[in-house]
């Protein structure tokens, strides 16, 4: 799902036809809602907010089936399969939403580090690999019948995730 991002005073005036969160001065709440926004950002806000304002208005409802009949779903911060559920943190979730994005293709680490934080990583940074493993310990629970395994690393590059 695409969701814009938009200063209250660029909202046309009957609305927006997409999905939209709108930031501004706190005087025009009522406006932007009356106008049919998602969420409205006060000022001043941050970057880290504005992210997850944008993850809990896409976050609905996320699925991936596999190659049994089964499927990992994705919502409000939780990863289900099955009867079995568990926790995402934050940076966690936002790992496996653009891995599961890119079911079988391959993403950098480059490319995760940046969702996270806006920027490309120092040299020698591992912090996307302690997600990575984080969330391959909870998948490995979710599907602990088949000793499960999603994510696969590609030496030098990054991850790839096969549902």
């Given at each position: 799902m695409d969701i814009y991002v938009l200063p209250v005073e660029k909202i046309p005036e009957n609305g927006f036809l997409y999905p939209f969160i709108v930031y501004g001065a706190r005087e025009f709440l009522e406006i932007a809602v009356l106008k049919g926004c998602k969420d409205y950002i006060r000022e001043p806000w941050g970057r880290e907010e504005l992210l997850f304002r944008v993850q809990k208005a896409v976050s609905g409802l996320a699925k991936v089936k596999t190659g049994d009949e089964s499927?990992?779903?994705?919502?409000?911060?939780?990863?289900?399969?099955?009867?079995?559920?568990?926790?995402?943190?934050?940076?966690?979730?936002?790992?496996?939403?653009?891995?599961?994005?890119?079911?079988?293709?391959?993403?950098?680490?480059?490319?995760?580090?940046?969702?996270?934080?806006?920027?490309?990583?120092?040299?020698?940074?591992?912090?996307?690999?302690?997600?990575i493993s984080s969330l391959r310990k909870k998948l490995k629970y979710l599907r602990k019948d088949k000793g499960y395994n999603a994510i696969r690393s590609v030496r030098g590059y990054g991850y790839l995730f096969t549902g």
């Open positions: 499927a990992f779903i994705v919502l409000d911060g939780k990863l289900m399969y099955g009867d079995r559920k568990v926790s995402l943190s934050f940076p966690e979730a936002l790992v496996f939403r653009v891995l599961l994005a890119n079911t079988s293709k391959l993403v950098s680490r480059e490319a995760l580090y940046y969702t996270l934080w806006g920027k490309l990583p120092s040299k020698g940074s591992r912090v996307i690999d302690v997600h």
